[in-house]
Nanobody, 115 residues
């Protein structure tokens, strides 16, 4: 059974950085696509960024400019480097991975940006 384990969230001040990690456990197969979403209280879940197994990266509106997605294929892990964080970046960040017709979600990690 594949599980996604996220880490790296926390409480930071505006302008600081965080690096989120999401590792796929329970499989030796590479995930075709790994993604980050976020959901703020009372809002829908939005895609932040996505990266394919050949390294193609796509950014949603919330991820453009200050966030960088990357992955380590050998570790089946995806990262999200978040710089110059703002209070509006406060949300639960979720990892999503897909391989063929299977889709997996992580449990989420809280990111709070507060003065």
């Amino acid at each position: 059974q594949v599980t996604l384990v996220e880490s790296g969230g926390g409480l930071v001040h505006p302008g600081e950085s965080l690096r989120l990690s999401c590792a796929a456990h329970g499989t030796s197969n590479s995930m075709h696509t790994m993604e980050w979403y976020r959901q703020a209280p009372g809002k829908q879940r939005d895609e932040v960024a996505r990266i394919t197994d050949d390294g193609y990266a796509y950014y949603g509106d919330s991820g453009k400019g200050r966030f960088t997605i990357s992955r380590d294929g050998a570790k089946n892990t995806v990262y999200l480097q978040m710089d110059s964080l703002k209070p509006e970046d406060t949300a639960v960040y979720y990892c999503k991975a897909a391989r063929r017709s299977y889709v997996y979600w992580g449990q989420g990690t809280q990111v709070t940006v507060r003065p």
